[in-house]
């Protein structure tokens, strides 16, 4: 028989085995508890993350931009092109400079109207996505904002009047998910020479990573703020830190509050084992006279409340992971931000965490049956 | 009659005996003396009755034989050995290797089989004990209930299956608590001729009882009276 063989191997496990299934109900109590602890981590834990991730890919490119602009304080109103040979050698092999003109006006094409930002550049392609109907080199004609174009209801060929001139419109950007300083949905894009001024306003750098970009910031403020200070350079990175600094501490918030219900669920092991032992009191006595060391009692006795946290522990991880994954499918966060490596952590940690409540919830009622004198015991 | 299915030391005549054993408990009353100097021995084969009224100290008694107290003085001796000193874990290995227990109310485990309860001394140890279980039980009369579970089966086969339990581990005593309390006297009686069996084959049984039916199966009978451990006749 299996179950005689079983006995043989592992004694411990299987005593524990047929004692727990002997209070169904109290040991389903008991485990219900480190159910609820370890969902609450595994939901809250790989959730916290997903959105953590979710948002770094939303934010990440944002890390990589340096902005520059003249000084607030400075008297200069825009780039010249000394400025912008400048930057480049602060930027050279690492990232792509884009020298901006800006300014505000209304495009109009038949009735409608719209207010756009309207930025001057001859290589959009960096900045602005379109497929593949952006030119390298913009020379002529109006690249047009996903929003822009739908309210003023002009296509790719429809012609497009910006202030006093009339442009064709070249392409038309994709709609922007992500969040980005030089936003071009309700952007259009005209080619340098539509601007009746020279200088930039200022200059968007695209750096290969976030060190880069802390180092093309350094660079840019050492060679042109050296005397006195004329460009102000804004970059994200430190932005970004912070917010990836606000997850952290949500996750571990979140994390928190969930291993306090762990924390209540081992209460509960510790509770109902004590309650256990008193009542099976006389049978550890006869446990000990015939001569099962009291290390064995123990072991016997830890198992027990140890496989309540294995069992509790598998429920609450698989329940938990099969929410997440429904939140995912039905929510914005996309699948993508929660299957991630970190996430599997989660889970395995979660579920050790709600078996080592367990076991540690067991201890004490445990040593307290085992080394209890047997003549003591016996009385029952 | 039965087939000697279990092996026990012949070595020894006496497997066990309190010399000069005293245990005295401290109580509200003051001090309170269980055990009055007590003289005792159970050699190889013979079975003993330890009579005497409630609160005499006959459980006393009985936990010191079994290694499941310490007295306050004098010694217990294992085959001529101290067996005083020992710790936990020692004397929880010699009660294994040494003594078989029979409680009053049989004490089986709810959840395990007949041959589950009879192997549970055995239960950590290496060797599996499953046949020699089954071969008690055949022997006991309960061939036929080897996969009943306690609530299965009546108090006389119970107690049954508790002695089969106290044979597993071939003890050289068979400590018996009121091994008839429970039970009718036609049952008892049948459990009682199964002990004599067991004694005949060279164990020592120590029966502590109220049950005058228990005397008519043992050679030799004590009497405890307030701690005191006179010969009865």
Sequence with gaps: MLRETLERRLPAAVLAGQNISRQRARAALAALGIVIGVFAVVTLGTLGTALQVAATAELGGLGNQVIISPAEEATIESLNSRDIQAIERAAAGRGTVIPLQTTGATARSGESQTATQVYGTTTPRTLFNAGNSIPEFHRQGAIVGAEVASSLGVQQGSQVQVGPNSYRVIAILETETGISPIQGNSAIILPPNAFTTSGYSQVVIKANSGGDAAAIAT?????????????????????????????????????????????????????????????????????????????????????????????????????????????????????????????????????????????????????????????????? | MSKRIFETSTAQETPIELDEVTKSYASGMGQVIALDSVDFHVDAGEVVAVIGPSGSGKSTMLNMLGLLDEPTEGQILLHGDPATGLSPAEKTTARRETIGFVFQDFHLIPTLTAVGNVRLPTAFLPDDATARAEDLLTRVGLGDRLRHTPDELSGGQKQRVAIARSLINEPDVLLADEPTGNLDSETGAAVLQEIRAIADEGVGVVAVTHDDLVREYTDRTVELVDGVLTDAT
């Excluded at chain 1, 804004?234 to 501490?249: C, D, G, P, W, Y």
């Excluded at chain 1, 919830?361 to 003591?376: H, S, T």
Aim: net charge positive; no cysteine.
């Design chain 1, 219 to 380: 660079g840019v403020r050492s060679r042109l703020n050296a005397r006195q200070s004329r460009v102000s350079v804004f970059s994200l990175q430190s932005v970004l830190t912070q917010i990836e600094e606000f997850f952290a501490l949500l996750n571990g918030f979140l994390l928190a509050i969930a291993s306090i219900s762990l924390v209540v669920a081992g209460v509960s092991i510790f509770n109902i084992m004590l309650m256990t032992i008193s009542e099976r009191r006389g049978e550890i006595g006869v446990l000990r006279a015939v001569g099962i060391h009291r290390q064995q009692v123990l072991r016997t006795l830890v198992i027990e409340s140890t496989l309540l946290g294995i069992a509790g522990g598998l429920v609450g991880a698989v329940g938990g992971v099969i929410t997440v994954i429904a939140i995912g499918m039905n929510t914005e966060l996309p699948l993508s931000a929660i299957f991630v490596p970190m996430n599997a952590v989660i889970v395995f940690v979660g579920f050790g965490f709600g078996v080592v409540v367990a076991l540690v919830g067991g201890l004490y009622p445990a040593y307290k049956a085992a080394w209890e004198p047997p003549v003591e015991s016996l009385r029952g």
